[in-house]
């Protein structure tokens, strides 16, 4: 995709320059790490404009959570991930609810850190299905799982949907990780390419994939989760996996709508909608609170029958 790489986006390095050897990361910043771990996002985010100095685009380096990346120092989400601090309360349900021997679903895996996140937690015993559809993120997904030696991580090239088998148009602007089905962002240029869809109910029958398998599924797909798990009533059904979902409400009726969608399908499935708790302080299992169904946020839902639930709440 030649006329599509940013400077969000790292060269890849040859097979020699991938197998030299991963690196811890700077004392300094392992320092600045663990002190912004317990602070606001402020001093997070000072954290991450202090790794831009200090990180090399041409070197893997080993995450706190064990998770090895080549990240572009320039790319602010990418240091955030080199230094453990991006999405936390996600990482944290995803190794919270990915049991291990199980299957996870990452929709929008991106260039690969939640992806795995859930791997390492499932084990080789397990398997996760990676889905991305930005064909820069995708290269770079598939060199981390490489990195990573998860080779029980499937990447699959597609946009999820509620229909397989479709081409959409895909909006590419210059940062990885924004790629879009639903549109250009506003004000924003992107460029455009034809993407495949899939549908997860009839992606895990062609793979073969037992649904009561399926622990978790985490869906950030810029504005897509909701035919994502229109394609699923099975998976809900019968699964009932711990659902991460992210939830971008915004002013227009039309985004109110399909908000109001989001939580009747699911509720009709018996979904409950949920949030952790944010604390100062690094918890392995933090509490959860009622979603009030309107904020945005990475809603948690839980079926109150499923192993989720009781992981939760006993």
């Known amino acids: 995709m030649g006329g599509l790489r940013t400077k969000a986006e790292p060269r890849l390095q040859s097979r020699g320059a991938e197998n030299s050897g991963v690196r811890r990361l700077p004392p300094a910043l392992r320092a600045v790490a663990a002190v912004a771990e317990r602070v606001h996002v402020r001093g997070q985010e000072r954290a991450g404009t202090m790794a831009r100095t200090r990180l090399r685009e041409d070197v893997p380096y080993e995450t706190p959570y064990g998770v090895r990346l080549r990240v572009d120092p320039l790319d602010q989400f990418e240091r955030l991930m080199a230094l453990g601090l991006f999405e936390r309360h996600v990482v944290d349900m ?17 260039i690969g850190y939640t992806a795995v996140v859930a791997a390492r937690a499932v084990g080789a015993g397990g398997a996760v299905h990676a889905f991305e559809c930005d064909p820069r993120a995708v290269r770079r997904l598939r060199e981390h799982v490489q990195l990573n030696d998860t080779s029980w991580v499937t990447v699959n090239e597609a946009a999820l949907d509620d229909v397989s088998d479709r081409r959409a148009v895909l909006h590419v602007p210059p940062q990885v990780g924004w790629a879009s089905t639903r ?17 997860l109910d009839d992606y895990l029958d062609r793979a073969g994939v037992d649904r009561a398998s399926v622990s978790l599924v985490k869906l950030d797909l ?4 909701l035919e994502a798990l229109r394609g699923a009533p099975r998976l809900l059904a019968e699964g009932r996996p711990a659902l991460i979902v992210e939830f971008i409400p915004d002013d227009s009726a039309h985004g109110a709508r399909r908000a ?4 009747e399908l699911l509720g009709a499935f018996g979904y409950e909608a949920f949030v952790p708790v944010p604390s100062r302080r690094r918890k392995p299992a933090p509490p959860l609170a009622r979603h009030d169904g309107v904020s945005r946020a990475d809603i948690l839902f839980l079926h109150p029958a499923s192993e989720a639930w009781r992981l939760a709440f006993s």
């Open 183 to 199: 549109g250009a962002p506003a004000g924003g240029w992107a460029a455009r390419l034809d993407v495949r869809t899939a549908a």
């Open 222 to 225: 810029e504005g897509s989760e």
């Open 260 to 263: 109001d969608e989001l939580f």
């Open 94 to 110: 995803i190794r919270r609810f990915a049991l291990p021997g199980s299957t996870v679903i990452d929709g929008g895996a991106h």
